[in-house]
């Protein structure tokens, strides 16, 4: 077996680079740091020849499994196939290598890319302002959810204390909502899986302080009492926001904003084609309606004449959530994407991820469970409840078996609400090709477990490592090499 790391490999006779000697005068260490600070030992680095660094590097990447080299259909995550432009336009020296404390006046050009930027996603979302600095999802969340909590604290309404969140919600919505001290409660779903009105309308009281929505949902279903849902949640004084983690689902189609959300997030990491998955980095833009603009975060870009700046004066903000101006490079990559489609291609690109969505949900319709009939936005949630209570094979083994088959697993166990949950987002970039060989293998597994479940709980077969221990690798991290284990 080959080693495994750098330091496996390290032998004190090797080395990539010679330097000449030094003939630069150098004043003795103890000189520049107290003695207690000073190693006693040459720190244990791994010692090893250039084609080894080379090598080792090149295969982690092939062992790593990555959209470029294979369908993804990583549901919730939105993992299309990323547009090598957006990479060239990023990386050009110009954006690149601006350093953020530059002044205004030599930086317009980035000004104007992130103020556009921002014009343009509040008309996507049907908002009227918008702020880049959030660099998540959840710090999107997190970003609004703060400056609701300024809004009701401006009109004198401190009482509003809690948040409501549906059952089908992402994990983060609960978790924004407890981060900014208030008390998030689950609302059940209906048996359609959509928003429950009478468990909303009994919720709802002058104590809250805001629903948090997914539009489309975590089932892939629109909810289709949205109008509904804003009258009741602004009736209370409540505010209503839209986690747009499924904005790949409507772009074009249908904007938040007419929903009655007053406050949203874009996962430009999902949506506007930024490669993710290895844990960023991202972004997280916020936008909002006109009463909650002054509360955004500082700085703002803002338009003066024919010049852009930075604006710190908001007397109401919520300050910084972000170092500088959020992840500008994202931001970059969103705009140039977001440019080389158009309105027309936003549009074009949503109707091929729901109808591929679709396309997949019909054809494994007889080979699993379907919990909630279609049609679906652009992800659908399976279930191996009937294979499971058959074969003994639940999700989580099906999903290990398509690794064998080349492809990466669905989203698994989530939404909580559906149990062995198999969530499927093929988007827009897959070809009928491909999602047709992923329906085959899915199908054959189906016939695998029944036929074969041994070799399913086993899975995967075709990897350097087979079935992680993943409670134990969460619970027992090993970040660093260590010399004995
Ligand atoms: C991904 C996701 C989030 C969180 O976004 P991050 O960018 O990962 O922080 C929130 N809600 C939903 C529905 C998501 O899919």
């Not at 054959?444 to 399913?456: M, R, T, V």
Request: proline share 7%; glycine share 8%; net charge negative.
């Amino acid at each position: 077996m080959q080693p495994q790391t750098l330091f496996d490999m390290s032998d004190r006779g090797k080395r990539c680079t010679r330097f000449p000697e030094s003939d630069v005068p150098v004043s003795e260490p103890s000189d520049l740091l107290p003695a207690n600070q000073l190693r006693d030992k040459p720190p244990l680095l791994p010692r090893v020849s250039e084609p080894e660094i080379a090598r080792h590097f090149a295969r982690l990447a092939q062992d790593n499994y990555n959209v470029d080299a294979g369908f993804y259909p990583l549901g919730s995550c939105t993992m299309k196939y990323n547009p090598k432009v957006q990479e060239l336009v990023a990386a050009m020296p110009g954006w690149a290598l601006l350093h953020p404390d530059t002044p205004s006046e030599c930086v317009q050009g980035a000004l104007r890319v992130m103020w556009e930027l921002e014009q343009w996603l509040a008309e996507i979302g049907g908002m009227d302002v918008a702020s880049l600095q959030p660099p998540a999802g959840a710090s999107g969340e997190f970003t609004c959810l703060r400056m609701f909590k300024a809004y009701h604290d401006s009109r004198g309404e401190t009482h509003r204390n809690r948040i409501l969140v549906p059952d089908t919600a992402h994990g983060t919505n609960p978790a924004s909502a407890t981060r900014c001290g208030y008390q998030a409660t689950a609302l059940k779903s209906a048996d359609d899986g959509r928003i429950d009105l009478g468990e909303l309308e009994s919720a709802l009281s002058e104590n809250v302080a805001a629903v948090m929505l997914t539009n489309p949902n975590t089932l892939g279903l629109f909810e289709t009492d949205i109008l509904q849902v804003a009258d009741l949640v602004h009736s209370v004084g409540g505010l209503l926001y839209c986690d747009g983690a499924n904005m790949n689902a409507i772009m074009g189609y249908a904007r938040p904003g007419d929903m009655g959300f007053d406050a949203m997030h874009f996962n430009l990491h999902k949506t506007f084609a930024t490669p993710h998955g290895g844990g960023g980095p991202g972004a997280g833009p916020v936008a909002v309606k006109t009463h909650l603009a002054s509360f955004l975060p500082v700085p703002r870009v803002v338009e003066q004449g024919d010049k852009f700046d930075w604006d710190w004066k908001q007397p109401q903000s919520i300050g910084k959530v972000h170092g500088y101006y959020g992840n500008f490079l994202i931001a970059v990559r969103a705009y140039a994407y977001i440019l080389s489609l158009g309105s027309d291609g936003l549009r074009r690109a949503s109707e091929a991820a729901v109808l591929n969505a679709n396309y997949v949900m019909e054809a494994l319709a007889e080979a699993y469970d379907l919990p909630y009939p279609g049609p679906c936005m652009h992800e659908c949630v399976l279930s191996a409840q009937t294979i499971a209570k058959e074969t003994g094979v639940r999700a989580v083994d099906i999903a290990k078996r398509l690794i064998d088959y080349g492809l990466h697993p669905p989203t698994m166990y989530f939404p909580l609400t559906v149990k062995e949950a198999l969530m499927i987002e093929p988007t827009e970039t897959e070809s009928k090709a491909t999602l047709d060989c992923f329906i085959e293998a899915m199908t054959q597994i189906a016939s695998e477990a029944h036929i074969n479940p041994d070799l399913l709980h086993s899975a995967p077969h075709s990897t350097r490592i087979g079935r992680l221990d993943e409670v134990k690798a969460a619970r027992e991290l090993v970040l660093r090499w260590q010399k004995e284990r």
